[in-house]
């Protein structure tokens, strides 16, 4: 299925990005391999007003590989890469990063790694109910409201 | 019918907290009442919160603001003066759509801060005064609570027992009780148990603020609508209204207004009764300009607008080692910590603020800056820092009186329109002297709490931009005319058939979430109306 933004080449540059920003760590997957670029591409179809900043982050980025593909730098460059256009261009790489967030932690498998379960509908959860009786010190303090 | 002559005995703008409890009032009566809403029914299926992306909720179709929301029945607000933004919702059921429930009334010196603390202005009223509005609008609503709470006057049974108490309540009342502070369950506009029709009693689902998918939250659109509908209240949605219009001799006569296929139509009334908040009736009144009123209407004294009060916010996020799971159940204020409510001079502030205890969010929110105000950091750090605070923090809101200062102010923007060419608003707002002091101090209360609860890191976000959920002030209840708007009956001084019931009334804004006060303001108003209608319309 092809994107509905971006293209190829900016879907690929994005994930290896997002490889970046949340990279895999014992068992939580990263973002880019779990597909959050293709759900970035969603948001950006679905508001507009996203492409701009996160496109412009896309195109800071190859710029700051120079002359070779960001995802055939090593580790270190792909960092002092994106640290790079953070500092040149903060809005937009914060959106970039915003919209990896948004993609990876609305993921059921991260989620379910996180100890979610279930969306907080319909079933809710069950919590103790509270106890008057631990009201009982506060209760002793007296009035303390002036009147008026 | 009392006053054939017009399309309605009573006219209110606005179907929020406010206009929808006003409408239940005079209804009963047999007045005949509109109300005219720019927004819409939301439909419970529009809800998020039984999607995995739930969260996400909150940046987009159900994010607090309007300028990020934008909804076709939003209106744009120039914010560019403002170190906190306005929030709110355009719907029927105004703000209370999407919001925390959270319930605690006045205390009685809020409403005489001058002659107490020599600041400000006293208002109109009383407490007394407000008492049985207090408890008549909680009996229609449901609120859950418990009464017997020495730090406000004794209060009638509540309608639903307190809210859960879970391991953060745990942390937050362990931290108290070591430091002997008080502190009391909070009344919340959230039911715990069965009450009213087609309601479900809370199931600590979480996300409150995105709205209540089962009907727990008492809000407008769930408490007061089904009755003033019952009751032969005519409810009209996709209504925007542009100007109040006025006849020679400077009474008020209807409304202009843009209905939903953007047709210009006039309604006319013999009441008009404003309730668009402490944003949307300022702007009303200011775009309402005539020959009587060259500066918009009842606004020949030059008050209209100004004396904006927001509550500046801090948020003291503790970070616990043990799971707290804070994101489950009603994110409001759940427990109140008055310790700090009355005056005390020697902390170099009038005035004074309480420490609420609010739950937590999931891990989006957490990740993309609920907590710290800012994006969690990327790359190898960011798994650490979002699973060490997800889950285990507990998160503490000041909520600090903000005086009335004439510079804080809403006014039209000069450019800004909304989709209709309305001007929109524009806020222009600063942090006062005495507000800066409090907000340092009472972080630091925060802190010594959390400290005290055992929480192992503290983060501090020192004035969340993104904390203008209460609107007040901008239309100020007063006995002298040349320094408020509207008297303690919501009457305008200027206007005699021109009432004004919301947030925007409030003299001084307390230093708790102000929707019980302000629905019971708008119960009192309009059952003062109700009484003396032949006056109000003559
Ligand atoms: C996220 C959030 C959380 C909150 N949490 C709490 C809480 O825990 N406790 C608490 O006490 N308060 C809380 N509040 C504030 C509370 O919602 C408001 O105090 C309350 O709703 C204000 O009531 P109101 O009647 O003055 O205005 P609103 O409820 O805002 O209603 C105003 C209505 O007027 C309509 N309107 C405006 N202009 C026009 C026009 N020109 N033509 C037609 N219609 C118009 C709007 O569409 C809207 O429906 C919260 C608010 C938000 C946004």
Same mark, same amino acid.
């Given at each position: &299925? ?23 760590? %014992?068992? &939580? ?22 492409? !701009? ?20 730098? $090593?580790?270190?460059? %792909? ?18 990063? !915003? ?15 996180? $100890? ?7 079933? $809710? ?15 002793? &303090?007296?009035?303390?409201? !002036?009147?008026? | 019918?009392?006053?054939?002559? #017009? ?24 007045? =005949?009442? /509109? ?60 703000? +209370? ?28 009223? /009383? ?49 108290l009780e070591k430091l002997g502070w ?51 209240? +005519? ?15 400077? =009474? ?11 047709a210009r139509r006039h309604h006319s @009334? ?30 020949? @004294? ?11 916010? *801090? #948020? ?23 310790? #700090?409510?009355?005056?005390? +001079? ?6 004074? #603020? ?18 710290q105000g800012e994006l969690a950091p ?67 209360? @925060? ?5 005290? *609860? ?85």
């Amino acid at each position: &299925m092809t994107a509905q933004v971006l293209t190829a080449a900016e879907l690929a540059l994005l994930t290896a990005v997002q490889d970046e920003l949340v990279p895999a760590a %014992r068992s &939580m997957p990263a973002a880019g391999a779990l597909g959050a670029a293709r759900a970035v591409d969603g948001y950006l179809a679905a508001r507009p007003e996203l492409r !701009r900043a996160v496109l412009g982050a896309l195109r800071a980025v190859d710029a700051a590989a120079g002359a070779r593909p960001f995802a055939a730098l $090593g580790r270190n460059q %792909r960092l002092a890469a994106l640290r790079r256009v953070e500092a040149d261009a903060p809005y937009d790489f914060h959106e970039l990063v !915003r919209q990896t967030y948004n993609a990876y932690y609305t993921h059921p498998q991260v989620q379910a790694k996180l $100890g979610i379960d279930r969306p907080p509908q319909p079933r $809710g959860y069950e919590l103790p109910p509270f106890d008057p009786q631990r009201t009982a010190r506060v209760r002793g &303090m007296g009035k303390l409201w !002036r009147d008026a | 019918m009392a006053s054939p002559a #017009f399309d309605s005995d009573v006219l209110i703008v606005g179907s929020g907290a406010a206009g929808a409890a006003a409408a239940w009032s005079l209804s009963r009566g047999g007045l =005949r009442v /509109t109300c005219l809403e720019q927004g819409r029914w939301i439909d419970p299926s529009e809800y998020a919160h039984a999607r995995p992306d739930y969260e996400l909720a909150r940046q987009t179709t159900f994010a607090k603001n309007p300028n990020t929301r934008r909804w076709p029945e939003d209106y744009p607000v120039h914010t560019g003066g403002s170190v906190i933004e306005p929030l709110m919702v355009n719907a029927v059921g105004g703000s +209370t759509v999407h919001w925390s429930g959270h319930f605690p009334r006045m205390r009685p010196s809020d409403f005489r801060v001058r002659s107490l603390d020599g600041a400000a202005d006293d208002w109109p009223l /009383t407490y007394w005064d407000l008492e049985p509005f207090y408890d008549l609008n909680d009996a229609n609503v449901g609120v859950s609570g418990l009464a017997g709470d020495p730090g406000n006057p004794p209060r009638s049974p509540r309608q639903t027992p307190p809210l859960a108490f879970d391991a953060a309540c745990e942390a937050y009342a362990r931290g108290l009780e070591k430091l002997g502070w008080h502190w009391w369950p909070s009344d919340n506009a959230l039911i715990s148990a069965p009450f009213g029709q087609g309601r479900q009693p809370c199931n600590a689902c979480g996300p409150c603020d995105i709205g209540c998918p089962i009907g727990a939250m008492s809000s407008a659109h769930v408490t007061y609508w089904p009755r003033a509908l019952a009751q032969g209240v +005519t409810l009209v949605t996709h209504a925007r209204v542009e100007q109040i219009t006025v006849d020679r001799a400077g =009474r008020a006569t209807g409304a202009l207004y843009y209905d939903a296929d953007g047709a210009r139509r006039h309604h006319s @009334a013999a009441v008009v009764v404003l309730a668009a908040n402490g944003v949307g009736t300022p702007r009303l009144l200011l775009n309402s300009v005539s020959a009587q009123f060259p500066h918009g209407l009842a606004n020949n @004294a030059g008050v209209v607008g100004t004396n904006l009060m927001f509550h500046p916010v *801090a #948020f003291v996020s503790g970070v616990f080692p043990q799971v707290v799971n804070a994101q489950r159940g009603p994110i409001g204020g759940l427990m109140n910590c008055q310790e #700090f409510y009355e005056t005390d +001079t020697s902390r170099g502030f009038v005035r004074g #603020f309480e420490l609420q205890l609010s739950r937590n969010v999931g891990p989006l929110s957490t990740a993309t800056g609920a907590l710290q105000g800012e994006l969690a950091p990327w790359g190898g750090g960011h798994h650490a820092f979002v699973q060490s605070r997800y889950a285990h923090t507990v998160t503490i809101t000041t909520m600090l009186e903000d005086l009335p200062e004439a510079e804080n102010r809403v006014t039209l923007d000069p450019d800004l329109t909304d989709d209709h060419g309305i001007p929109a608003p524009r806020t222009a707002y600063r942090l006062g002297q005495n507000s800066e002091r409090m907000l340092g101090f009472a972080i630091e209360r @925060a802190r010594e709490l959390l400290d005290a *609860a055992g929480a192992s890191e503290i983060l501090v976000d020192p004035l969340v931009s993104e904390a203008g959920w209460h609107l007040m002030g901008t239309c100020r209840m007063g006995a002298d005319p040349a320094r408020s708007v509207v008297d303690q009956w919501g009457r305008a001084h200027e206007c005699p058939n021109l009432f004004v019931i919301d947030g925007s009334t409030f003299t001084t804004s307390a230093a708790v979430n102000p929707t019980s006060t302000i629905q019971a303001i708008a119960l009192r108003c309009a059952d003062w109306l109700g009484r003396n209608f032949a006056e109000a319309a003559a």
